[in-house]
């Protein structure tokens, strides 16, 4: 059944009353977040999602928040925050490790189906060496690998394009539906510039891409160019940009297929603030994104403010049902944070 379904209103009485109960089990077990929520006067009933208590993500870089005891932490992720306030953490039990990728499969089977397809990924492979503790590029590769199989990666160990591999991938599978994954800085970098130069056909893949637009912005390649540039070089039109962060890790937003908006799966929503008031935005006017989601319950990530610009465009009127949007960049002297544009790897 899709994640793609539920229409607005629907979506949200059914988020708040999930958020509700999920605010209360963390601060039953979280003592630092009933802490700053007491502090704050916060009630324990909400009349609407935008009255669900925030945190700002980047208090996961500097306080340890968790809702679960120590001896349960079955996995530590780590942010890929590069400057003075250090990374974010987020501990996972065996239950949230289980959970994300049920539901990251849930949000992508809309566009890949459900079948495991021969996948690229455009990294290397020493980006999941540490199977315990990931930076969150190397938790997006390696949550993305389930959902392929005969995985061939673009980049060889000295984080140079694996030409050789790549033609050999698309001689044995690309006559089919393939899947692509990378970072968006590296899937240009490493596929797009590759494949143009070799005159690659690219036009059966499916691809899936993240994790930042400031490098790709310097050197003028929009969204709309991006696609264009794919659709017009390698015959690759099937592209599906997502937004997402480590600290509400298994939660993506996805591009629907006309390719002008994200979307939110029926387990999450996206709330725009004036940076001002922090009032709730109308459909149109920019402001501070929030993103909201029932998956993070071993530690309080359900609410969290952003660093993000963004802007509801519509609601119950794109491709799927409930609000889509876009992503307007980072908010001023916010850290720099995309996975991509952290990444320093050799130019062929």
């Known amino acids: 059944m899709s994640v793609f379904a539920r229409p607005q209103a629907e979506r949200e009485a ?10 209360a089990h963390h601060r039953e077990h979280c003592p630092p977040y009933d802490r700053i929520l007491s502090s704050l006067g916060t009630p324990t009933t909400f009349e609407a999602l935008a009255d669900l208590p925030w945190l700002p993500v980047r208090m996961f870089k500097t306080h340890d928040l968790k809702s679960i005891p120590d001896d349960e932490v079955f996995k530590v992720l780590t942010s890929s925050g590069t400057t003075g306030a250090g990374a974010s953490r987020i501990y996972l039990d065996k239950d949230a490790a289980a959970v994300q990728p049920r539901q990251l499969g849930a949000t992508l089977t809309e566009v890949l189906g459900g079948k495991r397809l021969p996948m690229l990924m455009v990294d290397t492979v020493g980006i999941i060496k540490n199977r315990r503790s990931f930076s969150a590029r190397g938790a997006g590769v390696l949550g993305m690998a389930n959902f392929g199989r005969n995985h061939v990666y673009a980049l060889d160990e000295d984080d140079r394009p694996d030409v050789v591999a790549v033609k050999e991938f698309l001689a044995k599978y690309g006559s089919e539906p393939f899947l692509i994954f990378g970072f968006t800085f590296m899937v240009w970098q490493y596929l797009y510039e590759v494949a143009r130069e070799h005159s690659l056909d690219l036009s059966n893949g499916i691809l899936i891409h993240s994790g930042g637009w400031k490098k790709l912005i310097d050197i003028a390649v929009d969204n709309a160019e991006f696609r264009r540039r794919f659709a017009e070089d390698t015959g690759l039109t099937r592209i599906h940009n997502y937004y997402g962060m480590i600290e509400q890790i298994g939660t993506v937003f996805l591009e629907g297929p006309s390719g002008n908006s994200l979307y939110c799966p029926e387990f999450a929503d996206v709330i725009i603030r004036d940076p001002d008031t922090w009032e709730e935005r109308p459909v149109g006017v920019p402001g501070v994104i929030e993103v ?7 530690y ?22 409930g609000k889509r949007f876009s992503v307007l960049g980072r908010l001023p002297r916010a850290e720099a944070r995309g996975c991509s544009d952290t990444f320093s790897g050799a130019v062929a």
């Open 300 to 321: 309080p990530g359900h609410v969290l403010l952003t660093e993000d610009l963004g802007v509801v465009h519509g609601i119950d009127d794109g491709d799927w049902p």
């Open 292 to 298: 909201v989601s029932t998956l993070p319950r071993s």
């Open 14 to 23: 059914a988020l708040l009353a999930e958020l509700t109960e999920l605010t």
